[in-house]
């Protein structure tokens, strides 16, 4: 190309090389695999430590731990639709994998592969734990006050949501300069 063409091509819309594209697709499938590590690992400290009936308070009454196991979704909604759950956290994860494999920037990269280890930590829990396959309840241990007991998936969506809305938010604002 061209400096003239450089200059009617932002980056964006420049083609990223093979080596690159394989650099995102594997960051965003590592971070995955950490993801759900992470949020497995801590279940299993969780499951193997705490109880359901007793709160170990870490900030006051704002921030605890308690042993708590949920069959719906956030707030525990929809509790007696846990296999439409299990089939949602599969179809987040397989979505996640696509978008991996077409992710361009490295911001991104990090908001699929956290999105896609969340659904997929999610997924192992609605599989495979008690009371059955595509029946599981989600282990949960961070209680926010008398909120909600969530995990450290939970969080990770939170904060990779966040970060995909600011993205689009700058990408927005730098489309329109």
Same mark, same amino acid.
């Given at each position: 190309?061209? %400096?003239?063409?450089?200059?009617?091509?932002?980056?964006?819309?420049?083609?990223?090389? %093979?080596?690159?594209?394989?650099? #995102?697709?594997?960051?965003? #499938?590592?971070?995955?695999?950490?993801?759900?590590?992470?949020?497995?690992?801590?279940?299993?400290?969780?499951?193997?430590?705490?109880?359901?009936?007793?709160?170990?308070?870490?900030?006051?009454? #704002?921030?605890?731990?308690?042993?708590?196991? !949920?069959?719906?979704?956030?707030?525990?909604?929809?509790?007696?639709?846990?296999?439409?759950?299990?089939? #949602?956290?599969?179809?987040?994860?397989?979505?996640?994998? @696509?978008?991996?494999?077409? @992710?361009?920037?490295?911001?991104?990269?990090?908001?699929?592969?956290?999105?896609?280890?969340?659904?997929? %930590?999610?997924?192992?829990?609605?599989?495979?734990?008690?009371?059955?396959?595509?029946?599981?309840? @989600?282990?949960?241990?961070?209680?926010?006050? !008398?909120?909600?007991?969530? !995990?450290?998936?939970?969080?990770?969506?939170?904060?990779?949501?966040?970060?995909?809305?600011?993205?689009?938010?700058?990408?927005?604002?730098?489309?329109?300069?």
């Amino acid at each position: 190309m061209t %400096s003239s063409q450089t200059e009617a091509h932002p980056p964006a819309a420049r083609k990223l090389s %093979s080596a690159r594209r394989w650099q #995102l697709t594997g960051g965003a #499938l590592l971070i995955a695999v950490v993801v759900v590590l992470i949020d497995q690992g801590t279940k299993v400290w969780a499951e193997a430590t705490l109880t359901e009936r007793e709160r170990i308070p870490l900030i006051g009454d #704002l921030l605890g731990l308690q042993l708590a196991y !949920n069959p719906g979704a956030a707030f525990s909604f929809g509790e007696g639709f846990t296999w439409v759950f299990a089939l #949602l956290a599969v179809a987040a994860t397989l979505t996640a994998i @696509v978008f991996a494999f077409r @992710v361009r920037r490295p911001g991104w990269a990090i908001v699929v592969g956290a999105l896609g280890g969340a659904a997929a %930590s999610h997924a192992g829990d609605r599989f495979f734990r008690d009371p059955g396959f595509a029946r599981g309840h @989600v282990v949960d241990f961070l209680a926010y006050g !008398n909120w909600f007991i969530g !995990n450290v998936a939970d969080i990770v969506i939170f904060a990779a949501a966040i970060a995909g809305a600011v993205f689009m938010i700058r990408a927005d604002d730098e489309s329109t300069e």
